[in-house]
């Protein structure tokens, strides 16, 4: 059993930057493959990024390669997105996720976050 906790998100100015973290608690965090979506509303659950239980491999959708960052520090149990040239399109609420799998497929991720609101405004 995995719970996660999101933070770091809030208001800010389009081309600006935002530090998501998640907070990790339970077991054996560093065997799990880590994953940041989002969800706009109106909108599903869009992937974002993913990285290895070791930190060694990532992937990014395009809609935010290049601008945004995913890293995880298994000492301390957390993983992190960093979000530079932000957009007015980024808006959600920002979502941790942990899947045993290598996968950017929603349904694969077994444990989730709460989520954590970003606005972007122009």
């Known amino acids: 059993q995995v719970q996660l906790v999101e933070s770091g998100g809030g208001l800010v100015q389009a081309g600006g930057s935002l530090r998501l973290s998640c907070a990790a608690s339970?077991?054996?965090?560093?065997?799990?493959?880590m994953g940041w979506f989002r969800q706009a509303p109106g909108k599903v659950h869009e992937f974002l990024a993913r990285?290895?239980?070791?930190?060694?491999?990532?992937y990014y959708t395009d809609s935010v390669k290049g601008r945004f960052t995913i890293s995880r520090d298994n000492a301390k149990n957390t993983v992190y997105l960093q979000m530079n040239s932000l957009k007015p399109e980024d808006t959600a609420v920002y979502y941790c996720?942990?899947?045993?799998?290598?996968?950017?497929?929603?349904?694969?991720?077994?444990?989730w976050g709460q989520g954590t609101q970003v606005t972007v405004s122009s």
């Open positions: 990285i290895t239980w070791d930190g060694g491999i990532t």
């Open positions: 339970g077991r054996t965090f560093s065997g799990y493959t």
């Open positions: 996720a942990a899947a045993i799998s290598w996968t950017s497929r929603r349904q694969e991720y077994g444990y």
